[in-house]
């Protein structure tokens, strides 16, 4: 089925339907990531996103069963050059098409990504709309330029319900605001006992649980729209050490009196380098974020800035100068991505270690 996309800016992008063949609207975002398709679907901090693809080719290795990254994908459409009939993969087992018709997710292909792409960056992020050839153009140029993001996302992919992950080791409540497999996967391989729960737990229901640490986890949408999830950063400062990622990153910089804002166009893909200002060492890491800490709000903090993106100069992590919390912008689980990062898992081992053994010795 012939569908065009159109940007809130006037653009029009003709293209072919695969999967769900629904009209669909979006915040449009791009990705540079090669490789990864399938964990970049099921990321639910794509929640509600049209995803442009910027490399060619999507869907030659096909889908298989472990590289999900939640059971359900909440990202809106998926926009790129070619789509891959015929993958070629030991451990395929459907297309990329097969995935987005049973899983009912809208997909066009035969779009310029190229074109696209450049206006993403030169415009910044936008709003669009996949709909049919025949549709009324300035009808829904106009309806888009009307139409206002939603600010629920985080609500929508949280789990609804608190659940166990088992292990022997270390106490972790795992506070899901859109949370990957891989995270809950990292802590898994080194054997601690997790607890996952929702978005909007507080700070007193989670101390009940008696965790050894906090994770927060990566999600989608603005993270000023989340001020319970501040409220419970803020009363568990200093009770328990704490570690953020990506949205768990931001939260923790407005809990401690930071402030945030809207990049231009984001980051979003698996090859973005960052610098450790300690160590003065570059990890190369998967990134996909559209928010960021403003630095300068730092200054009024006791919040220090140990990470920096070496494109665009801004910031990647933070650390508490009291209390035992860090956090970083990119994601150290990776998946997809390079694994460089992986070590913060292990320093937030240590980091629990630590303040467990400062605690029996009280």
Do not use: W
Not at 180 to 187: F, M, N, P, S, V
Not at 327 to 349: C, K, R, T, W
């Amino acid at each position: 089925m012939k569908k065009i996309l159109i940007l809130e800016t006037g653009e029009i992008f003709k293209g072919e339907s695969f999967g769900n063949s629904e009209n669909v609207s979006g915040e449009v975002v791009f990705n540079t990531a090669m490789t990864g398709y399938q964990e970049l679907i099921s990321d639910p901090s794509y929640c509600d996103q049209l995803v442009c693809m910027t490399y060619p080719l999507i869907g030659n290795y096909g889908i298989n069963r472990d590289d999900f990254e939640s059971i359900e994908p909440s990202i809106k459409g998926l926009i790129v050059k070619e789509v891959c009939d015929f993958p070629s993969n030991f451990r395929s087992q459907m297309t990329l098409k097969e995935l987005f018709e049973i899983k009912n997710i809208s997909g066009i292909s035969g779009i310029d990504t190229r074109r696209l792409t450049r206006t993403l960056r030169n415009h910044g992020v936008v709003k669009g709309r996949i709909v049919e050839e025949n549709a009324k153009i300035e009808t829904v140029i106009q309806e888009l330029k009307k139409e206002k993001f939603s600010t629920n996302e985080v609500k929508k992919v949280s789990t609804k319900t608190a659940y166990a992950n088992p292990g022997r080791g270390l106490k972790v409540v795992l506070v899901d605001f859109g949370s990957k497999l891989g995270i809950l996967r990292e802590l898994g391989q080194r054997d601690c006992d997790v607890t996952v729960v929702s978005y909007n737990t507080i700070a007193e229901d989670i101390l009940l649980l008696n965790p050894d640490g906090i994770m927060l986890s990566n999600g989608p949408g603005n993270p000023e729209d989340n001020p319970i999830a501040i409220k419970m950063i803020q009363d568990l400062l200093g009770k328990i050490p704490i570690f953020g990622i990506c949205l768990g990153h931001q939260l923790i910089g407005l809990a401690c009196g930071a402030k945030t804002f809207k990049l231009k166009f984001g980051h979003r893909g698996g090859n973005h380098p960052v610098l450790d200002l300690k160590k003065n060492k570059v990890a190369i890491t998967s990134q996909n974020h559209g928010y960021a800490v403003n630095q300068e709000s730092l200054k009024n903090t006791e919040l220090e800035e140990t990470h920096i993106a070496l494109n665009d100069k801004t910031n990647e992590g933070l650390k508490h100068k009291i209390h035992p919390c860090f956090s970083v912008q990119y994601h150290p689980e990776s998946s997809p991505g390079p694994e460089d990062a992986n070590y913060l898992f292990d320093e937030f081992i240590i980091l629990m270690e630590k303040f467990k053994t400062k605690k029996l010795l009280k």
